[in-house]
């Protein structure tokens, strides 16, 4: 267990290039899914124009984010340090909950989404070996988590260039039948806007899933900005090119046969049987990057508030390879009881969470801004905090537009998880009092004292900061770590 006194496993940091295949499969893996925002938009202006400014408006604020306040705050608890630093422990607690569930309900969405583009490749499997399939399939991308992050970063380098491969062979072979004139098709009466806005903030949020692998990143307060810009062309290109080619080259009419897996059918309608099936392979390739990603986020994350002292100890366990066993054992546990979910219910309920989270995350960044504006960013948005602020608008504006169009049932989901994640702070709480679960003092990752024993006076600003924001209350040392 990596408490005090106790050595830490050997493991091999992150760099640049694998940290931008991560964060390209925690945000996009490929253009699989953008499908239904074609059919959902009544066309192809809508979603070629969703493309085009959302990522401006969503994506670029939020990559924003999570470059400076990662680069602020190097630790395995991302996010959830954020918000604690805002605003407390309890608003923290209910973040890392609301945006844990969401994370394995979209993790729960790929080896379901792997079994079905093999489904339309022709291997079709009868329902009970279908179930047993998705538990072989989820313990074996489990496994390999298990392994190591490093190992999962350069899967996830392999797995990126072969997804997008099919997709360079599709442009280029749609080229001489594109017509400009297409993209600008609009069907209004068959556009359906809540479907289409959960198709594309589903497809463009996650961006502050990266900050929860900070604590495992070579120099994160260099590398974090490189790795989160570059992951932000990689993933605008990834959508774009193959939304033009297939929407240029096919018919206006044919919007409305797109649908999840519809990539595979224009690959035969402009390249043939074979360029199909190199979209097929590719598709079911890229959720298992998708997969392997969203389980880092979401076990690293468990591991950083356990070693907040936020969850019992345990979830702060490695193994030889420097993974979080049990964190990784409880997310696996969260996506085999969810996978049973249909694909738009899972979406949807997904991005309703997801949204709460990141309002939370948008506040504690103008918050600190505000409260803290000397806390040492060694990477800085360059506005002040009015700037931050007006920054944060049309992101929080986009989130409320997606919330608002929620259905009845996807609030009353949403209510059970918020009521849920309150008693599960209490109910931890409670566990601390009673001193019958081992927890972790809240001390400082490794990764805030710098690379050498030989500090600069910036650094030591660093960690007297952080362990202002971080420490515990005087009056609750006894929880520090029960024995």
């Not at 591991?303 to 049990?326: K, N, Q, V």
């Not at 996978?339 to 899972?346: A, D, G, V």
Request: net charge negative; proline share 6%.
């Amino acid at each position: 267990m990596t408490g005090a006194g106790e050595p830490t496993p050997m493991r091999r940091k992150l760099t640049v290039l694998p940290l931008v295949a991560l964060i390209f499969y925690d945000v996009s893996g490929g253009p699989f899914g953008i499908e239904d925002s074609v059919r959902a938009g009544g066309g192809a202006l809508l979603p070629i124009v969703g493309f085009l400014v959302l990522p401006v408006l969503w994506s670029m604020p939020e990559a924003l984010v999570t470059a400076e306040l990662a680069s602020a705050f190097p630790t395995n608890a991302g996010y959830v340090a954020w918000v604690s630093a805002a605003f407390g422990p309890m608003a923290a607690f209910l973040v890392g909950f609301s945006k844990w569930a969401s994370g394995t309900l979209d993790n729960a969405l790929y080896p379901v989404l792997f079994l079905d583009y093999l489904r339309s490749g022709g291997l079709v499997l009868a329902p009970p070996v279908r179930s047993l399939a998705v538990l072989a399939l989820t313990a074996a991308l489990t496994y390999l988590n298990f392994r190591g992050l490093h190992l999962v970063g350069l899967s996830a380098l392999v797995l990126t260039a072969f997804s997008l491969s099919p997709f360079v062979a599709l442009a280029v072979l749609a080229v001489p039948k594109i017509r400009p004139s297409r993209w600008l098709a609009i069907n209004v009466d068959a556009i359906e806007p809540r479907a289409y806005f959960n198709s594309m903030f589903w497809n463009l949020n996650y961006w502050d899933k990266a900050s929860t692998l900070a604590g495992e990143v070579e120099e994160p307060r260099k590398t974090f900005p490189k790795a989160v810009f570059g992951a932000v062309g990689l993933v605008v290109g990834a959508y774009l090119i193959p939304l033009l080619a297939g929407t240029g080259a096919l018919p206006s009419e044919t919007a409305a046969e797109w649908t999840d897996g519809f990539f595979s059918e224009i690959g035969q309608r402009i390249g043939g049987p074979w360029l199909r099936v190199w979209i097929q392979a590719a598709a079911a390739m890229s959720n298992m990057g998708l997969f392997e990603a969203e389980m880092s986020g979401d076990s690293f994350q468990l591991l950083g508030m356990a070693e907040m002292g936020m969850i019992p100890a345990i979830f702060a366990r490695r193994s030889r390879h420097g993974t979080p066993t049990y964190s990784i054992l409880c997310s696996a546990t969260g996506v085999v009881i969810l996978s049973f979910m249909s694909f738009q219910e899972i979406i949807e309920f997904l991005n309703f969470l997801y949204g709460l989270g990141m309002l939370a995350v948008f506040a504690a960044f103008v918050k600190l801004r505000v409260k803290d504006p000397d806390l040492p960013r060694p990477y800085r948005i360059p506005v002040g905090a009015a700037g931050a602020a007006v920054m944060c608008v049309p992101p929080v504006v986009l989130i409320a537009t997606v919330m608002c169009l929620a259905s009845v049932r996807t609030l009353v989901v949403s209510a059970i998880v918020a009521v849920g994640g309150v008693a599960m702070y209490y109910g931890v709480e409670r566990m601390k009092t009673a001193g019958f679960v081992d927890f972790l003092a809240p001390v400082l990752h490794d990764s805030f004292h710098g690379s050498s024993s030989a500090a600069s006076d910036d650094n030591d600003d660093v960690e007297d900061v952080r362990a202002g924001l971080l420490a515990v209350d005087p009056a609750d040392e006894h929880v520090s770590k029960l024995n």
